[in-house]
């Protein structure tokens, strides 16, 4: 096999970012990045994005893409950042142009905002292939949690963001603007039909209750036989009926506002007001 993958964990937003470098030629790219980000102050940083950054020119590696699994809720992307220090195009799946309308409206943002994708550099369809080096990935467009979740495989591995998280902890969230319960069913079962040794690579872990260690590599047998959510068979309407019923539990995630902001940028603030500082926006009563 080709490819190499070293993974940093974000504890703060409970997110690894992956780096996939084939060993032939030196080429790499980075999925999912993290710019760190203060609530309270509204204040920006890169420690994290600077630890990429550090693995990457300490290993003379050549970054060719800064990809997205999906228009991140729970942080936002230092793909900008990395992209002017490391170099490297930007991708993430077609249907992002989805969610940026629906956002758009949302934040009612300014008319120059195109909801047409154009913000990133590369909008993948489904079944399309494109080349690391010399290794070749294959995107599979497995939405549910968010209308525009890809997945990327490389190799023997899957990088599969929030659709599937540890088999002890279960599956993501349906209840984002487009997601959909039956459609994550779905999704997760053209995964499983990946060969059973296929290694998935997830975007977040919130550590099961009982587990010490936080984890972000599994298997596709290992899914497939112990998910909590739909391991050994659950049929799609059980599936649906459980994960609709869960999500109106659940709390808004902590940076849903900012993050999708900037996400649906490719990682861009909003741009500076005419004292030259950028604004987020804070929706009342909207969700």
Not at 102 to 125: A, H, M, W, Y
Not at 143 to 157: F, K, L, S
Not at 161 to 181: E, Q
Request: charged fraction near 25%; hydrophobic fraction near 35%; glycine fraction near 8%.
């Amino acid at each position: 096999m080709g490819a190499q993958i070293k993974s940093f964990f974000d504890e703060a937003t409970y997110t690894a970012t992956h780096i996939v470098s084939d060993r032939e030629t030196g080429k790499c790219a980075i999925i999912d990045s993290v710019l760190d980000f203060e609530t309270a102050s509204g204040r920006t940083s890169t420690r994290s994005a600077d630890q990429v950054i550090g693995y990457i020119q300490g290993r003379d590696l050549e970054v060719e893409w800064i990809l997205e699994t999906h228009a991140h809720a729970d942080h936002l992307s230092a793909a900008p950042y990395l992209k002017e220090k490391l170099g490297g195009k930007t991708g993430i799946g077609a249907h992002i142009k989805d969610v940026q309308r629906v956002f758009k409206k949302i934040f009612n943002l300014e008319p120059t905002f195109q909801p047409d994708g154009s913000q990133f550099d590369r909008l993948f369809e489904d079944g399309e292939r494109f080349q690391i080096g010399e290794l070749e990935v294959n995107v599979m467009h497995t939405p549910g949690h968010t209308p525009a979740c890809v997945t990327y495989v490389i190799d023997d591995a899957a990088f599969v963001g929030d659709t599937l998280f540890m088999p002890d902890y279960g599956t993501a969230r349906a209840d984002f603007p487009g997601g959909d319960a039956a459609t994550l069913y779905q999704s997760i079962q053209k995964i499983f039909r990946l060969p059973p040794e296929t290694r998935l690579f997830l975007c977040h872990d919130y550590k099961a209750p009982g587990r010490d260690e936080f984890k972000w590599e599994t298997t596709v047998a290992d899914e497939k036989a112990n998910n909590i959510h739909l391991g050994g068979g659950v049929p799609r309407e059980d599936f649906a009926k459980m994960r609709e019923e869960r999500d109106a539990t659940l709390s808004i995630p902590r940076l849903i506002l900012p993050s999708v902001q900037v996400n649906i940028r490719a990682g861009a603030l909003p741009p500076a007001e005419d004292n030259g500082v950028s604004y987020l926006k804070l929706p009342l009563n909207r969700f």
